[in-house]
């Protein structure tokens, strides 16, 4: 069975870099989601267009995923068009207001009716000299306690809290993944996976009443995301092996790993991981 990683940012079309990614993913059976989208600031990413012409030459091992801008305004259309193009997912990061502003729901509500899902980034974000122009992006915007009412909106709606709102918004980020059904987390980035040991992610997903569960269903509520870049492709060996040495630790059944791993992202987007 392969992996499927859902956070991989596509911050460089040179072929060399990209067939180094590549190489890397089928070295070790891994399918990408690959994010772009442009970025206020010095540091862009590639567009979504490039990143599906990317995708395309590389058909076994990226998955196009296409940024959302929610600005001070926010198109559905959008959500479509880029649905039509054969994007499997969408990303959103830095929104203008929060993210469960009125503004935002009709976005949320065409993810919805597509079917596809959406990865969320949640907590910590460096600060850099483009944030005095546009005076953003602010952590409070991007607050896991925004997701809630777009959980309980969007009910068939696949939500991923990218970094499980960093260890700012750790404790409160780990009960609403438990509390929404829809709602899901990634450990990727921010020192997540190099940073959470065992007994805390544990101790995060045992459920609010009893402190043991035999059947470690929340852990079902993970999902892969390494956080890397086309630039640093090694991160994706890096958070796989960091993710699977903490289920072992913890002693997670096998079939709980393999739906971390990929089996969830991969059936929403109806990609199989066989080999
Ligand atoms: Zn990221």
Known sequence: MKYFDFHVHCDSSKKEELDI???????SSTICGLIGGLRYGECDFETNETVLEICKKYPDCFVPIAKLDLWETADPAEVYHYAEL????????????????????????????CGLPLLFHTGNYRPSDSDRIYRRPMLKNMNPITLDRIARSFQDLKIVMAHMGTRIFQDEASQYIKMHKNLYADLGGCGQWKRIQPYELAELLSPEISVIDHSMGNFRKLVLGSDAYVTWPHLINEGRKHYLAMFDRIGLPQDIIDDVMGKTVAGWMGISLED
């Open 86 to 113: 054969g994007f499997k997912g969408f990303k959103c990061i830095y929104p203008w207001y929060e993210y469960d502003h009125d503004i935002y729901m009709p976005v949320y509500e065409a993810a919805e009716k």
């Open 21 to 27: 990614l590549a190489k890397t993913a089928r070295e």
